[in-house]
C-alpha cells in the first residue's frame, strides 16, 4: 500500500492512502501541539486494533456475541533498550464463554497481521527518487531471478521472462504496481491481490500452483484490462477525454444516429442486429457510451474482426461495456497464446452457465485420473484435511468442452462452493479450477458460501448467473450431488501448439453455429478480446434497453451540479428520478458513473435520500416525510447518517402537524439527537440547510479525488494509445 505523507504546520503530519486521512502530531512537551496520536502511538495502537479485529472475526464466524469481550494491550519497555518490548495482550472473556471458544479466540489473536509482521521483521529500504508520482517502480517481493527459466504448460515464454516483460511494460506506463496480499492456504494453490497504487480502483486478482505463477497471472489481467479499458467500464472519463481526439482507442469511430434515432447502419452486422435487435426496439440513443457522455459526438464503436471472413464489424462501447464485462478478454506472449486463454474462458462461463440452469448432473472424475497430478492432489488432500469435502467433476458434457470442476463443501455452514476452469490441458483446466476456488480466499472466507436448493428457478435466475460470474458465490442445485450422471466421464484433451488449440478452439464454436469477434490490442503488450454474440454475453440482452448504463447522461450533469440548481431545476431532476422507476436503493455513485470517497455522504448516498434531500431543499414536507419513513426501515448507511434522519423525521412530523410547535420539542430534541444533529434536522426542513452532507462539486469533478485519480489512471494509457497512433 503505498502510503504518501504532507507536511503540516509545526510538527503535524498528514498521511493519505486509499480514502483515508490520517493526521499525526508530537506532545506538547516534544515541541508539538498534542492535537493527534504520534506516529508510534498509531503503531502500538495498530497492534491491538489487528487482534480485537481477529477476535471478533472469530466471534462473528460462530455468532458469538462480544458484548462483555474486553482487550487490552501494555507495552513493556526494556530499560536498557527501549527498542526491545513486549506486547502484553490481555482479553476479558465473560463466563459464559465455553472453554473451547476461549482457546479459540486466544488462537486468532495469534493470526494477527500486525503481530506476524513485527515477529518476522520487516526489511526498510529507503531511497530518494526524482518524482514521487512518476517513480513507477514495480513494489513486488517476487522478482525474476537472474539466468532461471521456469517454463509451464500452457505459455511461451518462461515466467521470470514473462515478469520482467509486464512489469517493464507497467512501469514505462508510469503506472506503480503493489501486492496488497498473499494466500498460500493448501500445497499448490497460490493467490495474490494487486493493485495500482496510484489508484487502487484498478485492480486484478491473480491465481496459480505457485507464488511466480500466480503473479504472472496477476499482471497479465491487469494488462489485460487496461487493453480493454475494463477498469474504467461505467465510469465517467472527464471532460477533457471526452472532448478528445479519441476516447477509447485511435482506430474507434463515432456514428451519428438520424433524426428518428434509428440505428446508423455502419454499426454491427446482419448476425449481431438479429441478436440484439429481434423486436427493432433499440435506438441509436440507448447506445451512446457512459464513458464520455457526448451525446452529440454519437455513438463510439470499436472494430472487430468477424471469424469467418475476415470483415471487420464496428461494435458499439455501450453494447460491449452493458453485456460482456470481463468475458473473453485476455493477454499474453502472444496473440495465438492470448486467444487460447480468451477462448478457455469464454467456454467455462458459458458451459458452466448451461450446467447449472440446466441442473446437469455430472460425472466424477475417477480417484486414479486424480492421482496422475500430485500437486493437485496434494492441494485437494489438504482441503479435505481442514474440514472441507472435496468433488472433482469433468465438466466437459462428454468431451464436447475444455472444461472441469472443483466443488467444495463446507459441512459447518451447509454451503457448496463450485468452481470452473478451462483449457484445452485436461490437467490446467483442473488446476484452473482448484486456484480459482481459492483465489483471495481464506478459511474463515469459506463459511460465506450459499446453501445448496432443490429451486430450480432461483438457480436458473440471471442475477444467480451474475454471481457465478463474478465471485463464483451463486447458488448450485442439489441435483447436481446426485450419482445418476447425465454424462459419461471423459478424459479429454484438446492440447497442442497454441496455433493447434486457438483452430480447435474456433472449431467448437462454429460447430456451435456461433460467429466470434476478435479485436487485437498492442498498446500494452500483447492482449485480445473475443465476443461471441448470443454465447459470451454476463449480463442479458434486454438490458441495452431496460438497464443501460447510459442512463447515468440523464442525471450525471445535474446532481454534480446539485448545490447550483435553481428550484425549477431540481424540480425537475427529482420528477425524473421518479418517474423512471429506478431502484431507490441504487447510490448514486453506480448511477451517474463517478466515484465518491466511500467514507463520505456522497459515497453512501442512494437515489431514496437524493430524493429526500431535493423535497427538503424545495419545501416538499410531505413528499419528504414518506420518503424518510421508507429510509429509517431499511436504511443500511451509517449509524450517524441513520440518526440525522431520525431526527428529520421527528421535526418534520412537528412541522406537518399544525397544532405542534417546534419551539416546544427543540430542547428535549437537542438532548436526544445532539446540538449539530438537530441544527442540520431543522435547517434541512426549514430550508437554510441544503443537500447536508453532500460536499458541492461540478462537471470538473472538484473534490472527487478518488474519482480524479481514476481519471489520471486512464491519462496515462489515452497518452500512450496517443503517442504510439502517432508513431
Known amino acids: 500500500m503505498e502510503i504518501k505523507v504532507n507536511f503540516l504546520d509545526n510538527l503535524r503530519l498528514e498521511a493519505k492512502f486509499d480514502d483515508f486521512t490520517v493526521i499525526a502530531d508530537q506532545p506538547i512537551r516534544y515541541k508539538g501541539d498534542g492535537s493527534a496520536p504520534s506516529p508510534f502511538d498509531y503503531f502500538l495502537a495498530s497492534s491491538a486494533l489487528c487482534a480485537a479485529y481477529f477476535v471478533k472475526v472469530y466471534c462473528v464466524a460462530r455468532d458469538i456475541s462480544t458484548d462483555g469481550i474486553r482487550l487490552s494491550q501494555n507495552n513493556i519497555v526494556d530499560p536498557e533498550d527501549r527498542y526491545n518490548q513486549i506486547f502484553q495482550i490481555q482479553v476479558e472473556l465473560p463466563e459464559s464463554i465455553s472453554d473451547k471458544h476461549r482457546e479459540g479466540i486466544l488462537r486468532s489473536i495469534e493470526r494477527c497481521t500486525v503481530k506476524k509482521v513485527i515477529q518476522t521483521g520487516p526489511e526498510f529500504k529507503i531511497e530518494t527518487v526524482e518524482n514521487l508520482d512518476e517513480d513507477a517502480q514495480a513494489m513486488l517481493m517476487t522478482q525474476a531471478d537472474n539466468g532461471s ?43 495474490l491481490h494487486i493493485r ?107 472494430p472487430y474482426v468477424r471469424q469467418s471472413d475476415g470483415e471487420t464489424v464496428y461494435f458499439p462501447s455501450n453494447l460491449i461495456e452493458n453485456l460482456f464485462l470481463s468475458n473473453g478478454m485476455s493477454a499474453g506472449n502472444n496473440f495465438e497464446e492470448a486467444k487460447v486463454q480468451c477462448l478457455s474462458e469464454i467456454f467455462e462461463r458459458a458451459v458452466k452457465r448451461q450446467i447449472i440452469e440446466q441442473e446437469i448432473v455430472l460425472p466424477d472424475v475417477p480417484r486414479s485420473v486424480i492421482e496422475k497430478f500430485p500437486g493437485i492432489l496434494e492441494g485437494i488432500e489438504g482441503l479435505e484435511a481442514q474440514g472441507f469435502p472435496v468433488v472433482v467433476k469433468d465438466a466437459s ?62 438457480v436458473a435466475e440471471p442475477e444467480n448467473f451474475v454471481d457465478h460470474f463474478i465471485d463464483s458465490t451463486g447458488v448450485i442445485s442439489w441435483r447436481f450431488f446426485s450419482t445418476k450422471y447425465d454424462y459419461a466421464f471423459c478424459e479429454w484433451d484438446f492440447s497442442g501448439t497454441n496455433e493447434q488449440e486457438c483452430a480447435q478452439l474456433f472449431g467448437i464454436l462454429e460447430s456451435l453455429g456461433k460467429e466470434a469477434y476478435v479485436a487485437e490490442f498492442s498498446d500494452l503488450g500483447v492482449a485480445c478480446r473475443i465476443l461471441v454474440p448470443d454465447y459470451s ?8 434497453i431496460w438497464d443501460n448504463t447510459n442512463k447515468a447522461l440523464q442525471y450525471r450533469e445535474d446532481i454534480l451540479n446539485l448545490h447550483t440548481l435553481d428550484d425549477d431545476a431540481l424540480a425537475d431532476l427529482v420528477e425524473r428520478l421518479e418517474e423512471s422507476q429506478l431502484d431507490n436503493y441504487i447510490d448514486i455513485r453506480t448511477l451517474i ?67 405542534l410547535e417546534l419551539v416546544h420539542f427543540e430542547g428535549n430534541f437537542t438532548r436526544m439527537f445532539g446540538q449539530d444533529v438537530i441544527e442540520n434536522a431543522i435547517g434541512s426542513v426549514s430550508g437554510d440547510v441544503k443537500f447536508y452532507g453532500l460536499t458541492p462539486t461540478n462537471m470538473a469533478l472538484e473534490g472527487l479525488d478518488k474519482h480524479l485519480r481514476l481519471i489520471d489512471s486512464y491519462k496515462k494509457l489515452h497518452q500512450a494509445r496517443a503517442e504510439k497512433a502517432a508513431q
Open 196 to 302: 495500482d497504487a496510484g489508484s487502487p480502483m484498478c485492480f486484478t486478482n491473480g491465481k496459480g500452483s505457485t507464488k511466480e505463477s500466480a503473479l504472472c497471472s496477476a499482471l497479465g489481467e491487469f494488462i489485460e484490462r487496461l487493453n480493454c479499458n475494463f477498469f474504467y467500464n461505467d465510469q465517467y472519463l472527464g471532460q477533457d477525454i471526452a472532448s478528445s481526439e479519441f476516447v477509447h482507442y485511435p482506430n474507434e469511430k463515432w456514428f451519428k444516429p438520424d433524426e428518428t434515432d434509428a440505428l446508423p447502419t455502419e454499426i454491427l452486422d446482419e448476425h449481431c442486429l438479429d441478436i440484439y435487435n429481434p423486436e427493432g426496439e433499440l435506438r441509436g440513443s440507448h447506445l451512446i457510451d457512459t464513458n464520455s457522455g457526448n451525446v452529440a459526438r454519437g455513438i463510439c464503436s470499436i
Open 537 to 544: 454475453e454476463v449480463y442479458p440482452v434486454e438490458d441495452l
Open 149 to 191: 527459466s521456469t517454463f509451464i504448460a500452457g505459455k511461451d515464454l518462461p515466467l521470470e521472462q514473462t515478469i520482467a516483460d509486464m512489469t517493464g511494460i507497467l512501469a514505462e506506463l508510469g503506472m506503480k504496481i503493489e501486492i496488497s496480499s498473499w494466500r498460500n492456504i493448501v500445497p499448490h494453490v497460490w493467490s
Open 397 to 458: 458434457l462428454g468431451g464436447q468442452f475444455p472444461v472441469m470442476c472443483v466443488t467444495l463443501m463446507n459441512p459447518k455452514t451447509g454451503g457448496v462452493f463450485a468452481s470452473f476452469g478451462a483449457h484445452p490441458s485436461f490437467e490446467i483446466a483442473l488446476e484452473r479450477s482448484l486456484t480459482e476456488l481459492l483465489q483471495g480466499r481464506s478459511f474463515e472466507g469459506l463459511n460465506d458460501v450459499p446453501k445448496p436448493t432443490f429451486n430450480s428457478m432461483a
Open 593 to 659: 458513473g463517478v466515484e465518491f470517497d466511500e467514507n463520505t455522504v456522497w459515497g453512501q448516498v442512494t437515489i431514496l435520500e437524493l430524493k429526500i434531500l431535493i423535497y427538503l431543499a424545495l419545501g416538499e414536507l410531505e413528499e419528504a416525510i414518506e420518503l424518510v419513513d421508507s429510509f429509517l426501515q431499511y436504511n443500511d448507511n451509517t449509524v450517524a447518517r441513520g440518526l440525522f434522519y431520525q431526527a428529520v423525521h421527528a421535526v418534520l412530523e412537528v412541522s406537518i402537524d399544525d397544532e
